[in-house]
């Protein structure tokens, strides 16, 4: 089993910056792929950003330039930096680790709120 743990979710006014951060602990192998999803009221979640073990990394076209996603292998953990918040990334943001065939783990979700 596997546990994720997010941290740094918050309300901030646009333009303004934020970083959100996942501790993963439990049965973690070392090829593995975690992600950033979101979630907007009224809206299904979206992928958001992934990083794989080797660093990798691939973004949603709307965050490109302004989050940046990265990883300590070492910890166990991913972060999301995100700068020049706008509106639209109102959101429930998850981590998820996915390893092996069809394994996936969810975090319990973080609010971001950005206000005009």
């Known amino acids: 089993q596997v546990q994720l743990a997010e941290s740094g979710g918050g309300s901030v006014q646009a333009g303004g910056s934020l970083r959100l951060s996942c501790a993963a602990s439990g049965n973690i192998f070392s090829l593995n792929t975690m992600s950033w999803y979101r979630q907007p009221p009224g809206k299904q979640r979206e992928l958001v950003a992934f990083?794989?073990?080797?660093?990798?990394?691939k973004y949603v076209e709307s965050v490109k330039g302004r989050f940046t996603i990265s990883r300590d292998n070492a910890k166990n953990t991913v972060s999301l930096q995100m700068n020049s918040l706008k509106p639209d990334d109102t959101a429930v943001y998850y981590c998820k680790l996915s390893q092996g065939v069809g394994y996936a783990y969810w975090g319990q979700g973080t609010q971001v709120t950005v206000s005009s």
């Open positions: 990083i794989t073990s080797g660093g990798s990394t």
